[in-house]
């Protein structure tokens, strides 16, 4: 009887039940919950842990998360029950203090010297620049004297420059439309086949978040998953490699080597992404 109404513990609960579906019930993030599960608390705020003990206990009622929290509470301790400083290490620590300060001040009172001498020497280059000149030097008169029709161009030398112009670009040969679509024609194939060529050269992955936006990620590889919300401060490198993506929603930028394909290559809601080799496909897609 007493091992039937024994509640489940949060550690055996993390273990049974799949990261999937808590997240898709508690809406609690791919990565807070692979810490929960593997015990990493000491860089966990305590807000939050306790935060997410709350939402997983309305949930989860039959679910006691007594043996979470008491791990938590060893991994990271009150301020009242961490170790006071000797009066030895306090000592050290008022004349570590003491010493920084007395260097703040030298440092303060060396850069009010050096404004108020730079100001100085401003003050003192103005006021030469700026003084009259003395009274027994007289003012230097330059006579320039120049003939200034040796500068204006004759009609005669005018007029011959003008047809040679004429003539030159008179032996200039006009491309026809036709010639034009065709270079056109060429350079784009061209270009696309240095883009091509880029990619194959450099497969790095890297996601640009334009709004919040949560992917999940699978190396097919290595195995690896990584899972989050992203956001445009926070973009996901996946590196190079073959991946299985799965997106939120449609605000998010994919480059693909040194191509990047942009929220008019996806639709609303999921996305499922496929990169493989040299070959991208986008919902079943197949994207040249």
Do not use: C
Not at 259 to 286: D, P, T
């Amino acid at each position: 009887m007493d091992a039937e109404k024994r509640r489940v513990t949060g550690k055996e609960f993390l273990e049974k039940i799949p990261l999937e579906e808590l997240h898709r019930t508690t809406k609690i993030s791919y990565t807070s919950l692979e810490h929960l599960k593997r015990g990493e608390f000491a860089s966990m705020p305590r807000v939050k842990f306790f935060g997410f003990i709350r939402l997983m206990s309305s949930y989860y009622p039959e679910v006691d998360f007594s043996d979470l929290i008491e791990e938590y509470e060893r991994a990271n301790p009150e301020k009242e029950q961490l170790p006071d400083l000797t009066g030895e290490q306090r000592e050290e620590e008022e004349i570590g203090k003491e010493g920084r300060g007395k260097w703040l001040w030298i440092g303060g009172v060396g850069m009010v010297v050096a404004i108020l001498y730079f100001l100085f020497q401003r003050g003192e280059e103005s006021r030469i620049i700026t003084a009259p000149p003395p009274p027994d030097r007289k003012p230097k008169v330059v006579k320039l004297d120049y003939n200034v029709t040796q500068f204006v161009p004759t009609p005669t030398n005018l007029s011959a420059n003008l047809s040679a112009q004429n003539l030159s670009s008179s032996n200039l040969s006009t491309p026809t439309s036709a010639n034009l679509t065709i270079e056109q024609n060429r350079t784009g194939e061209e270009n696309r086949r240095e883009k091509r060529e880029k990619v194959v050269r450099n497969g790095e992955v890297i996601i640009w978040p334009i709004k919040r936006v949560w992917i999940q990620a699978k190396n097919r590889e290595s195995g690896r998953v990584v899972a989050g919300v992203f956001t445009p401060e926070k973009p996901l490198r996946l590196g190079e490699g073959n991946f299985s993506i799965k997106t939120g929603n449609e605000y998010f930028i994919l480059q693909f080597g040194d191509l990047n394909y942009s929220k008019e290559f996806f639709k609303g809601g999921v996305n499922r992404i496929q990169i493989e080799g040299r070959q991208l496909k986008i919902n079943g897609k197949v994207v040249e």
